[in-house]
Each structure stands twice: as C-alpha cells, then as structure tokens.
C-alpha cells in the first residue's frame, strides 16, 4: 500500500488557474463595447465615447423613439509586417451602445463631432426644459 498527500484545495487551485487565464488571455469572440461618459449640463445632454482606431467612415449615430444609439466597427488591419503576434488582447469588430434619452432633450438638434479618437454627442435641451429665473415683485 503506498501513501499520498491528499491536498484539499487542489480543485480550487485549478480554478483558480483557469479562471486568471480566462481574464488574462484575449476573448476573439467577446464583443467590443467601447467606454461612454455621459453628463447633462445647463443646456445640453453630452456623450463621449471612446472609439480609438475606428475610422470616421464606420460611425453611425442614431436617434430613434428617444433611443441615443452609437454604433460602427473597429477593424483588425493584419499587416504583412506584423507578421507572429505574441498576444491581441485589444478587442475588434462591430460594437452598439444604446441609451435612453429623456423628453426633456431635442433629438431634432442632435450634433456630433469626432477628434483624436473620441466621439462627442451633444443633444440639446428643449427651451421648456431650460432653468427660468422669474423675477418676484413685492407689493407693499
């Protein structure tokens, strides 16, 4: 009869393994969604999204039904010249962001600018939407 070490946290040591590679290691099937701010000023609803390496070409801003929606596609250019990667872990392919837009913005208005890799959307507000200020009169 021969004697073993029996080590009771083998099976989770071995998740464990599994697990960091499953992070660590590129997804080429997990899709890309790229990083959006989104903030309201006095006159404006303002979205920025992060779109580094997507041609201006293959942007598309939509807004249908109060629905904001950016979408396009970040192309895997495979250069002769980059031949034997050692690792991608920059994620590729098409990409769609969708977000609520509340009544109180002008989707009509709706503009959009692209410089140095960062979509900016700005949706105006409606002129009801606006802050008033109303002057109060003191009768004696």
Do not use: C
């Not at 920025?48 to 970040?74: C, F, H, M, W, Y």
């Not at 495979?78 to 989707?107: C, M, W």
Request: glycine fraction near 2%; hydrophobic fraction near 35%.
């Amino acid at each position: 009869m021969s004697l073993t070490h029996f080590d009771p946290l083998a099976n989770l040591r071995l998740f464990e393994d599994a697990f960091t590679r499953f992070l660590s290691e590129p997804a080429s099937n997990r899709p890309w969604s790229p990083a959006v701010d989104i903030y309201e000023t006095e006159n404006d609803l303002v979205l920025k999204a992060d779109l580094p390496e997507v041609s201006l070409k293959d942007i598309d801003v939509r807004v249908e039904n109060q629905t904001l929606t950016v979408s396009g596609e970040r192309k895997f250019e495979q250069e002769e010249a980059h031949k034997g990667y050692h690792r991608i872990e920059r994620s590729y392919g098409n990409f769609v962001r969708s977000f609520a837009v509340p009544n109180l913005f002008d989707t009509d208005k709706i503009s959009a600018e692209f410089h140095n890799g960062v979509l900016t959307v700005t949706l105006p507000k409606k002129e009801t939407a606006k802050p008033r200020q109303v002057k109060v009169e003191v009768k004696a």
